[in-house]
């Protein structure tokens, strides 16, 4: 996935006036986010999939 903050020489601004620090940070954070949206779309795929399972009499304790 790319950004569209573009990556300046240390010592420089960006066009909005963040550092090359600020910019890696708000990159980082986007990436967590990202990896935090996916889990969550997965547990929720799999809540929605262990109730098809329980509702066709398949035993899901654990052995």
Known sequence: MSSAVPEPDKGQHTIDGLTP???AMERS?????????????SIAAAKKALKVV????VDTTPS
């Open 21 to 23: 620090d600020q910019v």
């Open 29 to 41: 954070a986007q990436k967590v986010s990202d990896v935090l949206l996916n889990l969550e779309h």
């Open 54 to 57: 329980q509702k066709d009499g």
